[in-house]
């Protein structure tokens, strides 16, 4: 699959998300994954750790699916604390790289006031291209 990333003529320079992406291929759509294993257990409370696991999920399901972070081309995150994710923007870059390296899909972020499940701080749904075939 290839992707081209949009970036307008003139605009200043996106940091750690696309403003778009052109992609051709099979889509996949990944229901929004919160931060507990594939047991449905939390093994964090913690924002970041409870990121990092939604975003491993979201690979694993990727990968079920035949393709690999690199083919994500969207990413919606709902984050139940604006503050804490602002706060800890240097660790929520480095468990985001662990996951995703340095492939950055287009992204939106929106602040929620509660999730379904209680104890969950994130989650995150995404959109793949895989190559078809």
Known sequence: M??????????????????????EGRMLFVGGQIGWTSRQVFESHDFIGQMKQALVNIAEVVRAAGGDVTDIVRLTWYVTDKSEYVARQR??????????????????MVVVSA???????????????????
Request: aromatic fraction near 8%.
């Open 115 to 133: 999730l379904v499940e209680d104890e969950a701080k994130v989650e995150i749904e995404a959109t793949a291209v895989l190559p078809n075939g």
């Open 91 to 108: 660790e929520v870059g480095a468990a985001y790289r662990e996951v995703m390296g340095y492939h950055f899909p287009a992204m939106t």
């Open 2 to 23: 290839s992707t081209v990333t949009i970036h307008p003529e003139g605009w200043t320079p996106a940091k750690g998300y696309a403003n778009g992406i052109v992609a």
